[in-house]
């Protein structure tokens, strides 16, 4: 019974724990799938393309407008460069051009272009009005043509601007929608060529372009007559530039990073240079041949290999004597011998018995051959006898 009464919870609490390990793993594996999804339907790119685009058939797109213009015999074009003398009206929704394109569109509006502006934000868009009748500058729906100096909306009735500003009309050429101090639409005359300039793109969409005389207002400008040459001018594809990395980095960034660089090398240049005479510097310490031969010797005794040891010893000495008798270095014992003799004077036997005597078999042999062969070092290459 006690058995069964103390294993029993452990079995449960094993459970348990077994449970609780896949409830969480479950609840990671759901978290991680919401995730995916969430991740894939925000990054879709809509269906209906992307806001003023004309090619973008969704209510806030400009397909419509394309449509209407070619059914009144306009020549469409789509192009992210600043147009030639070939076209006759340029349309800007959203002005997202670059300094040097602004300056090209200024001087293709100079030399006789009609440039239609729709955004108020627009470098070409005059200053939006400030307090007037028009609720402080708003353009509502359902707005009337009021005082218009414009001959082209002559005819034209009510739009809808779908929201919008309104333009100071003080200097303007002509304007339209308004009160007479601030209007909607309103024109400029740059050399030969002019500016229209509309206080918001709402209007040209595809949810707003059949309300009202929308669709008349548009025409005027873009369609005036058949065979008109209309080009929608839009950003550019992003990465299709030719400016890099660096082009974005600013002048002062820049500016920074060239003084670390010159100050980099004035440190490396000022730690490279040693003033004064060169320093003379100790030369490694010799150590005696006694000693050297000592140190091998007793390294070589750990391997418990006494013959091994007295081997490596008579090859030092052969390679020493030959050195010092300007021998070759593979030069057999009994030579090194001979002329060690023929010049010193030195037995013959004793060095050849030194370079290739009887095995060492004992660590007793092995201290006397190492103190023979420092007596023929001191003998021969020291000249000083023991």
């Known amino acids: 019974m006690s058995a069964v009464a103390v294993g029993a919870p452990a079995s449960a609490g094993g459970s348990g724990g077994r449970g609780g390990r896949r409830g969480a793993l479950l609840f990671w594996v759901v978290l991680g799938v919401v995730l995916v999804l969430v991740a894939v339907l925000a990054g879709r790119p809509p269906a209906d393309g992307d806001p003023l685009s004309p090619a973008a058939t969704g209510p806030l797109g400009a ?109 303007a050429a002509g304007q339209c929608y308004g009160d007479g101090d601030a209007a909607f639409v309103v024109t400029a005359a740059v050399d030969d060529g002019t500016v229209v300039s509309f206080g918001g793109a709402g209007m040209f969409t595809n949810e707003a372009l059949g309300t009202l005389d929308n669709a008349v207002v548009a025409a005027a400008f873009l369609a005036p007559r058949e065979g008109t040459t209309v080009a929608f001018l839009e950003p550019p594809v992003p990465g299709s530039g030719d400016e890099g990395l660096a082009d974005l980095i600013g002048p002062g960034v820049k500016a920074a990073l060239a003084q670390l660089v010159v100050a980099f090398v004035v440190y490396a240049l000022w730690r490279a240079r040693r003033l004064g005479p060169p320093i003379e510097e100790p030369q490694p310490v010799q150590i005696a041949g006694s000693e050297l031969v000592a140190a091998v010797g007793e390294l070589l005794q750990q391997s418990r290999s006494p013959d091994d040891a007295a081997a490596v010893l008579r090859d030092d000495l052969r390679r020493t004597l030959c050195r ?48 023979t062969h420092e007596s023929i070092r001191k003998e021969l290459l020291h000249g000083s006898r023991t």
């Not at 359902?142 to 809808?160: K, Q, V, Y």
């Not at 021998?327 to 018995?353: K, N, S, Y």
Request: proline content about 8%.
């Open 63 to 171: 397909k419509a407008l394309v449509l209407l213009l070619e059914d009144l015999g306009a020549d469409v074009r789509t192009t992210t460069e600043v147009p030639g003398g070939d076209v006759d009206v340029v349309l800007l929704l959203s002005d997202q051009t670059t300094e040097s394109q602004s300056e090209e569109l200024e001087r293709w509006v100079r030399d006789g272009g009609t440039l239609v502006v729709a955004d108020p934000g627009s470098a070409f868009a005059p200053v939006p009005a400030g307090t007037t009748e028009l609720l402080g500058g708003l353009v509502q729906a359902s707005t009337p043509p009021g005082p218009c100096t414009i001959d082209a909306l002559a005819d034209a009735g009510r739009i809808d601007t779908l929201g919008g500003l309104a333009y100071d009309a003080d200097g």
């Open 324 to 371: 010092y008798l300007g021998l070759a270095a593979a030069t057999p014992p009994e030579v090194v011998a001979q002329v060690a003799a023929d010049r010193t004077g030195a037995d013959p036997e004793a060095v050849h018995a030194a370079l290739a005597g009887p095995p060492v078999t004992t660590d007793h042999d092995l201290v006397t051959l190492a103190q």
